[in-house]
C-alpha cells in the first residue's frame, strides 16, 4: 500500500516557514530600531510624555462618571441589537418558506425584550445628559 499524500508533519512546514518570517521580521525590525536608535539625537522635549499637545502637569489618574460607564453599556446593548436583526433581515424570505409563523414570532419576542430595556432605560432615566 503506496500513500502518495504527504506525511501530515511535512503539511506544516509552510506555516513553519511562515512562522519563521513573522518571527525575523518582528525580531529584525526591533533590532535595527535599537540599532539605529542609539544615533538619534535626544533632549528633553523629545522624552517628555506627550499629552495632546499639553504639557503633562498634575495628577494624571482622572476619574470618569458612572454615566460614562452606563451609556457605554447602553451603546453595546443597542449595538448588538443591530448585529442580530442584520441576517434575519437578509435571510428573512428564505426562512417564511419554512415556517412563517415561529420566525416572525421569534423576532417579535426578541424586539419585545429589546423594547422593555429600551423603556426600563427611560424610566431610571438612563438617557439623560444634563444629570
Do not use: H
Amino acid at each position: 500500500m503506496e500513500n502518495s499524500s504527504p506525511s501530515q508533519l511535512a503539511q506544516y512546514i509552510p506555516v513553519l516557514f511562515l512562522l519563521a518570517a513573522a518571527v525575523s521580521f518582528a525580531g529584525g525590525t526591533l533590532m535595527i530600531s535599537v540599532l539605529l536608535g542609539k544615533y538619534a539625537k535626544s533632549s528633553k522635549a523629545k522624552d517628555a510624555a506627550y499629552e495632546c499637545g499639553k504639557d503633562p502637569i498634575g495628577d494624571n489618574t482622572g476619574r470618569f462618571s458612572v454615566k460614562f460607564y452606563l451609556v457605554a453599556m447602553l451603546f453595546i446593548l443597542f449595538d448588538i441589537e443591530v448585529v442580530f436583526l442584520y441576517p434575519w433581515a437578509v435571510v428573512y424570505r428564505e426562512m417564511l418558506k419554512e415556517n412563517a409563523n415561529l420566525i416572525f414570532g421569534a423576532m417579535v419576542s426578541f424586539l419585545g425584550v429589546l423594547f422593555v430595556g429600551y423603556i426600563y432605560a427611560l424610566k431610571k432615566q438612563a438617557f439623560d445628559w444634563k444629570s
